[in-house]
């Protein structure tokens, strides 16, 4: 069975920087994408970001230029560095098997993929 790890996450002012850590076990990187998923209060979840490929990862626009996602392989270890947080990225961060179901110019959907129980998630709260 898959299983995620989140960990990172904490309270931090607005501007400020996270790192979010997300180890996986039985995950098999060369059939599936992996990304970061988000749940704020009283909004459903949604994707975040999404890693293709080592060198190629999407990101919904509200996002974009703030943060990055990338893999340490040899651990099996996905990041999400988080800059220039805002009080609306206050939510609880997940990991999970993602795909891209839209990618326009202006829009990009980032959905999950089930392989296996979500894991715990990682709280992060941006403080104006």
């Known amino acids: 069975e898959v299983q995620f790890v989140e960990s990172g996450g904490g309270l931090v002012q607005a501007g400020g920087s996270l790192r979010l850590s997300c180890t996986v076990a039985g995950f098999d990187f060369e059939d599936d994408a992996i990304g970061w998923f988000r749940q704020a209060p009283g909004k459903e979840r949604e994707g975040v970001s999404c890693?293709?490929?080592?060198?190629?990862?999407d990101y919904i626009d509200s996002v974009k230029g703030r943060f990055t996602i990338s893999r340490d392989g040899a651990k099996s270890t996905v990041h999400l560095q988080m800059n220039n947080l805002k009080p609306e990225d206050t939510a609880v961060y997940y990991c999970?098997?993602?795909?891209?179901?839209?990618?326009?110019?202006?829009?990009?959907?980032?959905?999950?993929?089930?392989?296996?129980?979500w894991g715990q998630g990682t709280r992060v709260i941006v403080s104006s």
């Open positions: 999970a098997a993602c795909r891209v179901i839209v990618r326009t110019r202006t829009s990009t959907t980032i959905n999950s993929i089930p392989r296996g129980p």
């Open positions: 890693l293709l490929t080592t060198d190629d990862a």
